[in-house]
Nanobody, 125 residues
Framework: EVQLVESGGGLVQAGGSLRLSCAAS????????IGWFRRAPGKEREALSC????????YYLDSVKGRFTISGDKVKHTVYLQMNNLKPEDTAVYYC??????????????????WGRGTQVTVSS
């Protein structure tokens, strides 16, 4: 069974940092890419970044470029999202999802096949 488990969220002051982890199991890691998304209450889900099994990275949201960095560990089957200089508007539930390498990294959330339950990030002023 495919499983994705996010961790690393919490409460942080503005300007602080967090590193989120997405631990994946139940599928061949090299056949999929993993993306990070977030959803704030009352808002649409936003695509943040995607890490492919080739090591390529893609960033979608202009407001996080230069502050967030995606990386992956193929041995641990884990993808990370390093978040620096956090702002109150970054407050949201952060999710990871998987998409086939045949489709490739993209911003369109419905094309991702499986999702974790999310981890809460709260940034205070």
């Amino acid at each position: 069974e495919v499983q994705l488990v996010e961790s690393g969220g919490g409460l942080v002051q503005a300007g602080g940092s967090l590193r989120l982890s997405c631990a994946a199991s139940g599928f061949t890691f090299d056949d999929y890419a993993i993306g990070w998304f977030r959803r704030a209450p009352g808002k649409e889900r936003e695509a943040l970044s995607c890490f492919s099994s080739t090591g390529d990275t893609t960033y979608y949201l202009d407001s996080v470029k230069g502050r967030f960095t995606i990386s992956g560990d193929k041995v641990k089957h884990t993808v990370y999202l390093q978040m620096n200089n956090l702002k109150p508007e970054d407050t949201a539930v952060y999710y990871c999802g998987v998409i086939t390498m045949a489709t490739g990294c993209q911003w369109y959330a419905p094309n991702y096949s499986y999702w974790g339950r999310g981890t809460q990030v709260t940034v205070s002023s």
